[in-house]
Structures are given as C-alpha cells and as structure tokens.
C-alpha cells in the first residue's frame, strides 16, 4: 500500500545535530512550512504563526539568543541553515498542543523531502526576551504569541541510529 | 518523488466527527500506536504512554466521562470505535509537546491507513477525575501522568471539504 510511506518516514524519522551548510532551497522551505500550516487545531482555529527564517544574520542571533538563555555560548542550532520557529496564541486554550502538531507536521515534512530537522526548545525564552519582542514587533507580529520550538532544518551530516523504543508504553483495553 | 505521498498525507487528512460502527482490525490499531510511540520527545525520553481502547465498555464509559467534563451527555467520541488516550509524565519539562507529537503522528498514520480520527480535548480532566484515576490504576499504571488527548480511531462517516488554510500566517526573514 502506497501508504505505507507514511509509517516508514514517521518510524525513520530522527532528531538531526549535525547539519551540512548547504543552503535549503525556498521551495523546499515552503513545502515544509506548508505542512506546519495544514496541523489540526483546537475548534479549526488555526491561531499558529511561524517564522522562517533562512537569513544567515538572523538565524545567527537567534542562535545566540537560545544559547544565552541556557547560559551556553554554542550554537544549539547545530549549524542548520533555517530555522522554522513556530509560535502560538496563548489566548486560545490549545495553543501548546496546537504548535506541537504543526512542529510534527514539519518535522516529517522535512524527512519526506530528504531533510534532516530537530526541535530546539526554549522558543518560550526567546520570545519572552527584548530581543524576541523586537523580531516580532519588526516582522508586524501583534498579539499575546508565545514561542513554541525552533524547528531547525538542513541536509544531514550524520544518520543517527535508530533510537529504540522504550518497552512497556502501551496498555490495551480490548 | 515518492515520499510526496507523506506531504499529501498531511494535507487531506481532516478531523473526522462521523464515523461507521465498523471495528477497527488489532492489527492496523497497532501499527497506528507505533507511530505515535515514534514521535521524537524531549531528550529522547519517550515518557509518552497510549492506551488503546477498543472495548466498547470501556470506551462508553471514557466517552460518557469526557462529556460530563464539559456538562453534556451526547457522545464526544462521534461513535469512533477506538480511542487512544494519550498521557505523559508531568516530570518531563517538555511533556505537553511530547505528547502532542504522539498525537500527531497517530492522526496522520491513521489517515494514511485509511481510517479517520480527531483529537478530544479534556483528556487532563478525565484523568484527574476519580474514575480516570481509577482506570490508570487497574492498569498499573504509577507516576504522575497527565492526559494529553483522546485519538478517537475509526472508518469515516462523512468526508469533510478541505478547510482552508487562514492566511497571512508565515512570515519569511531570508
């Protein structure tokens, strides 16, 4: 079954860190940014904004910001290219579960066309800081967003193993 | 390409709130409960569990206990046959978008089977009710789970027109 795609791009599907510098070209950006907007949300709202950056500048602070608030000096991009960051209305009730599914959607979007992708946390910081207001208040962005995660997508510089599922998840009433 | 199918996926997969009675076969739930196991999770720690529920006792009760939660007696599951609740650690930091990732891996495995879900809310309620409580228990599970949401699972009754997307959502910095 044709199908069945799905299933292996969602089991093979790893966190990347380690990316090559290659460029992610636009249309393929689009794609996965469009998958991220097509996420099921609380009563079809779809209160879910995301940001994509590709500019080398911005993307380095960014960087720099994330790092600073988990008092590092790295770059917890792992030296991906773009950075899909994705934010939600905290006004809405499911706005965190609403911008998790749309970082999955992308995540796998991302997998399906040959991308490597992982969620960096702490996009609620970054967005709490000056410098996050700033980038939303340049971009246009009213409203009570809360950061959601970064979404860092690029070519792959390692194939991670597959991680091995924990045992005893799941409880069957049937 | 191949792996567009995941993209396609992505896109047409609808919430479904009408479904046949039609029980769902072991086989194709299980596989959509790996998908939702697969789902990344902060530091790789997999601390998302599912209980799958397709007795029909068991998910009556689940169904009249969600719609108390909200002050109704209808049936919020849309007479789906299968439920998959979704539940995570509240130790873990990142709980609540681990297992929205669960969720969303679940819905999407389920559409590429060819079967239809949606997520209901008030899974947190459920299980902080005596009777939720009571159900973690008999299962054994301990530890301090929080329900994420309810993956209702079942053959389509309706076929929802693609909701359009709201736009000017995405903002591009590149």
């Known amino acids: 079954m044709e199908n ?3 299933l292996k791009v969602i089991e093979e599907r790893r966190s990347i860190r380690a990316y090559k510098p290659d460029k992610v070209p636009a249309d393929i950006i689009d794609k996965i940014v469009e998958a991220g907007l097509y996420a099921p949300s609380g009563m079809g709202r779809q209160s879910v904004i995301i940001i994509a950056i590709t500019d080398k500048d ?3 602070r960014l960087s720099s910001l ?6 590092s000096d790295g770059d917890p991009f792992y030296g991906a290219p773009a950075v899909l960051v994705v934010l939600a209305d905290k006004t809405r009730p499911t706005y ?4 998790s599914l749309a970082m999955g959607n992308m995540m ?3 997998k399906a066309l040959g991308l490597g992708s992982c969620w960096i946390h702490r996009a609620k910081e970054e967005f ?12 246009g962005i009213v409203g009570q967003y809360e950061g959601i995660g970064n979404c860092i997508i690029g070519y792959a510089a390692e194939e991670p193993k597959a991680a091995e599922r924990k045992p005893g ?4 009433i049937e």
Chains 1, 2 share one sequence.
């Not at 709490?128 to 971009?139: A, N, T």
């Open 4 to 6: 069945e795609k799905v």
């Open 169 to 172: 998840r799941v409880y069957k």
């Open 66 to 71: 994330n790092a600073s608030i988990m008092g």
């Open 128 to 139: 709490e800081s000056e410098e996050g207001k700033e980038l939303l208040e340049s971009l």
């Open 96 to 99: 965190i579960y609403d911008g």
């Open 58 to 60: 911005t993307r380095d």
């Open 108 to 110: 796998l979007a991302a």
